[in-house]
């Protein structure tokens, strides 16, 4: 339970949030052009994107590093769990649960237009 209450929401608030402008030039999709709605296919690429930058060796090593000196702060136990356990759970939270849920984070981008008018009802014979 860790890893889903302490390590990979610290991880994504280091790492992604409060990185946000040096995420989005490393993974390319950053200009100096003018904003503009993102679709519903660039958020999904995004999102793959994202978790593979997230699944790198050299971030791993540094999520690592930042959870054993700052989440795990002289708890030896958990210094050797985090070394132990987190790159495999982070690998298998990205490729089974980010990615799968594409649909689910770019929902704002991705919905079907609504149709207008009232909506069709079945009608059943006496």
Not at 57 to 77: K, T, Y
Not at 83 to 110: E, R, S
Request: include cysteine; proline fraction near 4%; hydrophobic fraction near 35%.
């Amino acid at each position: 339970t860790e890893f889903v209450n302490d390590w990979f929401p610290a991880v994504l608030d280091e790492f992604v949030a409060a990185a946000a402008a040096d995420v989005c030039t490393t993974l390319g999709v950053c200009s100096q052009a003018a904003v503009r709605e993102v679709t519903c296919k660039e958020c999904k690429d995004g999102v793959h994107e994202l978790s593979k930058w997230l699944e790198m060796g050299d971030q791993v090593v540094q999520h690592v590093r930042f959870l054993q000196e700052g989440v795990c702060a002289g708890d030896d136990e958990c210094v050797g769990a985090v070394a132990d356990w987190y790159p495999d759970m982070n690998k298998h939270t990205n490729q089974n649960f980010i990615v799968h849920q594409d649909g689910v984070l770019c929902a704002d981008q991705c919905e079907a237009p609504t149709t207008q008018g009232p909506s069709p009802t079945m009608q059943y014979g006496n």
